[in-house]
Nanobody
Framework: VQLQASGGGLVQAGDSLRLSCTAP????????MGWFRQAPGKEREFVAL????????DYANAVSGRFTISRNNAKNTVTLQMNSLRPEDTAVYLC?????????????????????WGQGTQVTVSS
């Protein structure tokens, strides 16, 4: 299963970027979708998630108020809008899917709980 992430780039502090991730429909429609990031020499960390229904979201404290996650079920796409970027946001950003039943609104923030991963997209924020 291939998740395709895109939208990364090199920006200056304070700028915005919009990341997108597309998954196969049979996967996307049954999944909580998450964004994670990994900086050099650091562990993979949770950034944001949106539940299968789209009715609930969650954010890491470091990005809360600056990042917004959303999903378009018709296009099988999850988007991460990143505003007011900071140098410490520099990392490879990865999208992931977690298969859940329709009534499950649990917030999965552990990367080990996710089933499928995209290849990652580099975000670099200069000061």
């Amino acid at each position: 299963v291939q998740l395709q992430a895109s939208g990364g780039g090199l920006v200056q502090a304070g700028d915005s970027l919009r990341l997108s991730c597309t998954a196969p429909g049979r996967i996307f429609s049954r999944s909580t979708m998450g964004w994670f990031r990994q900086a050099p020499g650091k562990e993979r960390e949770f950034v944001a998630l949106i539940t299968r229904s789209g009715g609930s979201t969650d954010y890491a404290n470091a990005v809360s108020g600056r990042f917004t996650i959303s999903r378009n079920n018709a296009k099988n796409t999850v988007t991460l809008q990143m505003n007011s970027l900071r140098p410490e946001d520099t990392a490879v950003y990865l999208c992931a899917s977690k298969n859940v039943i329709s009534s499950n609104n649990y917030h999965y923030t552990d990367p080990d709980e996710y089933d499928y991963w995209g290849q990652g997209t580099q975000v670099t924020v200069s000061s």
